[in-house]
């Protein structure tokens, strides 16, 4: 059983750490709304509903809209939460930390968390080797039996992913994803890859990063297509949060990053399970 007395010292240093590394980068603390008219459209993630609203899955539509407003460096840290999800590096509240910058993609991103993390090791004494950058086109060839196009062309992409590439990636930035993978990110120069990467630690997801989309058209017809998605699998949907897309106008080109919190504490700490650096899991 977690000590809870480590586990809120654990936390405190974390976030005082994270802070003040943002502080000196130039960046502000924003808080944005908890309880939303509309979630993100995603194709998996279900939001939780909350008294004729939801419970945010993520801070990112109202922080590309404080872009879009003219701020230009900021960050926030704050709980999100997903419909039924529940396991060990899982659960239905967690902490977010997510960070966007005016005029920055994704490959300048990488070079920011690689500063971060490597300064968020040095404050736990945490022995973490520099991270590695991969393309998954590379990952796929590396480590699994067929290739990332094989694994798209036969919708076995993310079980792939997860049984064959990512207890391979011990510090490492996953990059250049398939354009069908793009989500909320812009399209490569060459058009099968989308400007996102992931970074893992000890197999573990812990952050994700695009150049953000800024096309309103195509984000429109990005949410639509997930509709028709979550429509197809009986998932619930939502309507398009209409504010967001009016505001994609405005939104400079930028790249943004989230973050899970627990997951990267339990990194620090050398814990196994998101239980272990939590208090109060209901």
């Not at 993630?45 to 109202?62: D, Q, V």
């Not at 207890?167 to 990110?185: D, Q, R, T, V």
């Not at 990005?222 to 998932?235: A, C, G, M, S, V």
């Not at 939502?238 to 990194?267: H, K, N, W």
Request: contains cysteine; hydrophobic residues 40%; charged residues 25%.
């Amino acid at each position: 059983m977690a000590d809870p007395s480590r586990i809120a010292h654990a936390r405190h240093k974390l976030l005082q750490a994270i802070r003040a590394f943002f502080h000196d980068h130039g960046y502000i603390e924003v808080s944005t709304p908890i309880r939303i008219r509309t979630p993100a459209l995603e194709d998996t993630i279900t939001a939780i509903e909350s008294s004729g609203s939801y419970l945010r899955t993520s801070p990112e539509l109202h922080m590309k809209r404080l872009l879009a407003e003219g701020l230009e460096k900021i960050y926030q840290i704050g709980p999100c939460f997903r419909a039924s999800e529940q396991g060990r590096l899982h659960h239905t509240e967690f902490t977010m930390l997510e960070w966007y910058e005016a005029g920055k993609d994704y490959l300048d991103m990488m070079e920011f968390i690689s500063e971060l993390i490597s300064s968020l090791a040095r404050e736990f004494q945490f022995n973490i080797n520099e991270l590695q950058q991969i393309e998954l086109e590379t990952a796929f060839e590396n480590w699994s039996s067929i290739s990332l196009w094989e694994a798209l062309a036969t919708d076995n992409f993310e079980d792939e992913l997860v049984s064959a590439i990512e207890a391979n990636l011990n510090n490492h930035i996953l990059y250049k994803f398939p354009a069908e993978h793009a989500a909320m990110s812009r399209i490569h120069t060459d058009i099968r890859f989308c400007e996102r990467w992931e970074l893992y630690l000890n197999g573990i997801e812990i952050a994700n990063c695009y150049t953000e989309l800024t096309n309103q058209e195509e984000q429109l017809k990005r949410f639509n297509q997930t509709i028709e998605y979550r429509k197809n699998n009986n998932l619930k949907n939502y309507p398009v949060d209409m504010q967001f897309i009016d505001a994609m106008d405005t939104i400079p080109e930028s790249a943004g990053v989230a973050l899970g919190i627990e997951r990267l504490l339990m990194q620090l700490t050398n814990k196994k399970d998101i239980s272990e650096v939590t208090h109060f899991m209901e």
